[in-house]
């Protein structure tokens, strides 16, 4: 298991017709962060998709169709652990071409503040909740009338 991306930052892959050059950026990748994906093809690339973590990632041409640039968050709630980032190249002579690369996301602890608030504040007395009410009701009409 890797201790970091650094050790598996680039890697090439000859897969079918296309050589691949799938470079990550960002050598440590913790929940909460980001990274980038850069891809190199010996083809030009007519559409990247890939995901990772199960969400979908944005991905950029570049300049000469033979490299495209992927950008990615990583969530907070995310586990430390190896996980895959999945996905298709389609080039402009209709072909298509499949890839992973797996990645490591390291554990970050955050700090946390604890704070108190007196119930009041948290559940309103029927008082403050009818004057809720109320005044949502006007911002309401106030919104239709001038919205």
């Given at each position: 298991m890797?201790?970091?991306?650094?050790?598996?930052?680039?890697?090439?892959?000859?897969t079918g017709a296309a050589s691949l050059?799938?470079?990550?950026?960002?050598?440590?990748?913790?929940?909460?962060?980001?990274?980038?994906v850069i891809i190199q093809c010996t083809k030009p690339i007519k559409h990247t998709e890939a995901s990772f973590s199960g969400r979908k990632m944005i991905f950029y041409s570049g300049k000469d169709n033979q490299q495209c640039y992927g950008l990615a968050?990583?969530?907070?709630?995310?586990?430390?652990?190896r996980y895959l980032i999945q996905g298709t190249l389609s080039f402009e002579d209709g072909?298509?071409?499949?890839?992973e690369r797996p990645l490591q996301v390291l554990p970050k602890k955050f700090p946390v503040q604890r704070i108190q608030v007196d119930e009041?504040?948290?559940?309103?007395?029927?008082e403050d909740s009818k004057r809720a009410e109320e005044e949502n009701e006007d911002s309401q009409r106030t919104f239709i009338l001038h919205g």
């Open positions: 890797w201790a970091s991306n650094d050790a598996v930052g680039s890697r090439p892959f000859l050059h799938l470079k990550i950026v960002g050598e440590r990748l913790f929940p909460g962060g980001m990274f980038g968050g990583i969530d907070l709630e995310t586990k430390a652990g072909q298509s071409q499949g890839f009041r504040y948290v559940t309103l007395d029927s």
